[in-house]
């Protein structure tokens, strides 16, 4: 039994003040089943974040994380500030870092070891552009960006991500893959997990991205191997976000 993770990603979004609103909130959350949650501000707003979710259900995130241990890599953050700032996740080769911000699969893979060294979950994100899914070629992109990590990860280190299949045509478009295109992709991932080790499969938390709102979380979340949701614009407002995890929990 998988538990749903919801994640939101606030990307360079928010404010303190939105941070002591999710965290008042979330303080009186109540949810009918288990459902994990993780809101992932920008860096500046960790430690603010960490007080004011202290006495909520709400576990911390981050959105990209240097691979170096430390030095020279001005405007970088590592993973061990991240721990200390009492983050659990970090995503990892989200797409608007891959198209903007250099985070190529050998980068993507040397950020998922140095999360996993020092204890983070690594959430990798993966997904094709437009072009690609017309080319037909989905499949192909979604699970090379899974193997370029995966192949090259020991079997126990494998076990401690979350994958987050985010199609990039459908990110703040509010174009959102169907859930029949959604669950098409995402049971490719877990049957490729499989062949690395069946448990894998049957464990791995596999998450959906790209417009997931209030009003279709659910039909997504239904899916048999939809675990959960990396959710962008839809978790800036503590209602839409709150509802979201409703629909999980
Ligand atoms: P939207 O939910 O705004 O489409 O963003 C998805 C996303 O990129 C989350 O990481």
């Given at each position: ?151 090259r990860l020991e079997p126990g280190q494998r076990e401690r991500l ?88």
């Open positions: 039994m998988r538990t749903p993770l919801i994640a939101g990603n606030w990307k360079m979004n928010g404010s303190a003040e939105r941070v002591r609103a999710f965290g008042e909130a979330f303080a009186r959350a109540e949810f009918a089943a288990a459902v994990d949650i993780a809101v992932i501000p920008p860096f500046p707003y960790l430690e603010a974040a960490r007080s004011a979710f202290s006495a909520t259900p709400l576990a911390l995130g981050a959105q990209t994380l240097n691979p170096h241990p430390a030095g020279a890599h001005t405007g970088e953050v590592n993973a061990a500030m991240l721990v200390e700032f009492g983050v659990s996740y970090v995503l990892v080769g989200h797409s608007e870092r891959r198209q903007h911000y250099g985070e190529t699969d050998e980068g993507v893979y040397q950020r998922v070891c140095a999360a996993l060294d020092a204890g983070l979950v690594p959430v990798l994100c993966v997904g094709e552009v437009l072009e690609e899914r017309q080319a037909g070629a989905t499949r192909e992109v979604v699970l090379g960006q899974v193997a370029a990590v995966m192949q979350v994958i987050a299949y985010e199609p990039v045509w459908a990110i703040g478009t509010g174009l959102t893959a169907t859930p029949a295109e959604a669950q098409t992709t995402m049971g490719e991932i877990r049957a490729y997990l499989a062949t690395l080790d069946r448990s894998l499969g049957d464990t791995l938390r596999l998450l959906y991205g790209g417009s997931m709102k209030a009003s279709n979380a659910a039909e997504l979340l239904a899916q048999p191997d939809i675990d959960g949701g990396l959710v962008g614009g839809a978790s800036l407002q503590v209602d839409d976000f709150f509802a979201i995890c409703q629909s999980a929990g």
